[in-house]
C-alpha cells in the first residue's frame, strides 16, 4: 500500500494513522496533497486498515505514501524511520484509548500512553539534534492527547480552556496526563519543539 519517492513535501511521521482519528488525518493531508506520510501503526483493536483503503484505490494518494506496522515503544524502529525518511515533523496519534479499558488493563495505558511517548521523544530528541539549525527550527513533535486530562464535566459547568488545570479520574486519563507533561518537558529540558492538543471526545 505505498508508492513512496522523495520530493520536496514535508515528511511526516504519523503514529497510530490506522485508529479513527489518525486514518481520519492521513486520508486528509492526502487529498490536500499535503506532504509526504510514513504512516506507524501498531495495528491494535483501536486500528482499522479499511480506514484507509481510499489510498489503496487512488494511485495519486500512494504517491509518498508508506504503511509500516509496528510500535512507537520499537526506538530502533522508529530511529531508523526517522533517518530513512528524513522527517520534517512527527504527528503522534498512537495511544490506547477508552477510559473503561484503562480500568481493566491500565498496565496496557502506561506501557503504550507514558513509555512508549517517552521512547518516541527520546528517538525524535536524538534524531533532531543531529539536524541542521534550520531543519531543527523547523521541526516539530506533534501530541495529540484528549480533554479528559483535565477531569470531568457537569452540565452547569464551563468548558474546559488549555490553562485548565489538570485533573484526571481514570488510568487513561493519568496516562495521557503522564505523556503531555512528558512532551512539555522535553521542550524546556531540550529545547525539542514541541506541540500538544488537547481534543474533546478523544
Not at 484528549?146 to 452540565?155: F, I, P, W
Not at 503522564?178 to 529545547?191: F, W
Request: proline letters at 2%.
Amino acid at each position: 500500500m505505498s508508492n513512496y519517492q522523495r520530493n520536496d513535501l514535508p515528511n511526516l511521521l504519523v503514529t497510530g494513522g490506522a485508529g479513527f482519528i489518525g486514518s481520519n488525518f492521513v486520508l486528509h493531508a492526502r487529498r490536500l496533497g499535503y506532504g509526504n506520510i510514513i504512516n506507524l501503526d501498531k495495528l491494535t483493536y483501536a486500528s482499522n486498515l479499511q480506514n484507509l483503503t481510499e489510498i489503496e484505490r487512488n494511485e495519486k494518494y500512494q504517491e509518498g505514501y508508506r504503511f509500516i506496522q509496528g510500535d512507537i515503544g520499537n526506538s530502533e524502529l522508529v530511529s531508523y524511520l526517522l533517518e530513512e525518511y528524513e522527517v520534517d515533523a512527527v504527528i503522534n496519534f498512537a495511544a490506547e484509548t477508552h477510559v473503561d479499558r484503562s480500568i481493566f488493563s491500565p498496565g496496557n495505558f502506561i506501557e503504550t500512553n507514558v513509555v512508549g511517548t517517552f521512547k518516541l521523544l527520546e528517538a525524535s530528541k536524538t534524531y533532531w539534534q543531529k539536524l541542521s539549525s534550520k531543519k531543527q527550527e523547523s521541526f516539530r513533535f506533534l501530541h495529540i492527547s484528549t480533554d479528559e486530562v483535565y477531569g470531568s464535566l457537569n452540565a452547569e459547568d464551563t468548558a474546559f480552556r488549555e490553562d485548565s488545570q489538570y485533573a484526571p479520574n481514570s488510568p487513561y486519563a493519568a496516562s495521557k496526563a503522564s505523556a503531555d507533561h512528558l512532551v512539555r518537558s522535553y521542550h524546556h529540558t531540550y529545547g525539542l519543539p514541541t506541540l500538544t492538543t488537547n481534543c474533546s471526545n478523544n
